[in-house]
């Protein structure tokens, strides 16, 4: 199966940037997708097609792509930010059309 | 705006059968791909599934293929995930969510999930 592997936490203090770096062998390949997920509520797309932002989501989140790795970014972390975050992608072959990075919990401290 | 509107909590006894539904509304349910996706106690997110609501295209989790059954009705914009024999490890909460674009596109909306509780 094809995996997206996901540092399982970051913390930051209030102000500061956070990065989050998800990495899988067909990141140069496919599109990474980022969501936020906040306690008891459905996830939200924070970045599409590796680093275009959605509607209503704030200029403080961005994405990048380098490689086999993406990352999101959070500039000026607020504490609503705290929250768990997933990237997403799908393998080369196509058996595999939406698979989930393991989750980071992103911490403000 | 898009709204994905699912079913309420269930709980069931392991053996039971479950059909769970997702109503989509405010856009064109039939050309969007609908997926599923898990979420055990404390665990992440995992994909279960997608349909393609005009001709019921189906594709599968290899992990999940033959465990549970996608479906959707056109007709009233509703897709569903259901099970034959529930066990206590398909307690979880589902989503459903519409994908953006194709079948590898993000997801863009998202339902409030269903939770399930399988319990003797």
């Known amino acids: 199966s094809y995996e997206l592997t996901q540092p399982p936490s970051v913390s930051v203090s209030p102000g500061q940037t956070a990065r989050i770096t998800c990495s899988g062998d067909?990141?140069?390949?496919?599109?990474a997708y980022w969501y936020q997920q906040k306690p008891g509520q459905a996830p939200l797309l924070v970045i599409s097609k590796d680093s275009k932002r959605p509607s209503g989501i704030p200029e403080r989140f961005s994405g990048s792509s380098s490689g086999t790795t993406v990352t999101l970014t959070i500039t000026g972390v607020q504490s609503e930010d705290e929250a768990d975050y997933y990237c997403?992608?799908?393998?080369?072959?196509?058996?595999?059309?939406?698979?989930f990075g393991g989750g980071t919990k992103l911490t403000v401290l | 705006d898009v709204q994905l509107v699912q079913s309420g909590a269930e709980v069931r006894q392991p053996g039971e059968s479950l059909k769970i539904s997702c109503k989509g509304s405010?856009?064109?349910?039939?050309?969007?791909?609908i997926g599923w996706v898990r979420q055990m106690p404390g665990k992440g997110l995992e994909w279960m599934g997608i349909i393609y609501p005009s001709d019921s295209d189906t594709r599968y989790s290899p992990s999940f293929q033959g465990q549970v059954t996608i479906s959707a009705d056109k007709s009233i914009s509703t897709a569903y995930l259901q099970w034959s024999s529930l066990k206590a490890s398909d307690t979880a909460m589902y989503y459903c969510a519409r994908h953006a674009t194709g079948t590898t596109g993000g997801l863009d909306s998202w339902g409030e999930g269903t939770l399930v509780t399988v319990s003797s």
């Open positions: 405010a856009y064109r349910f039939t050309t969007y791909w």
């Open positions: 067909a990141l140069p390949k496919q599109y």
């Open positions: 997403q992608s799908a393998d080369s072959s196509g058996t595999y059309p939406v698979v």
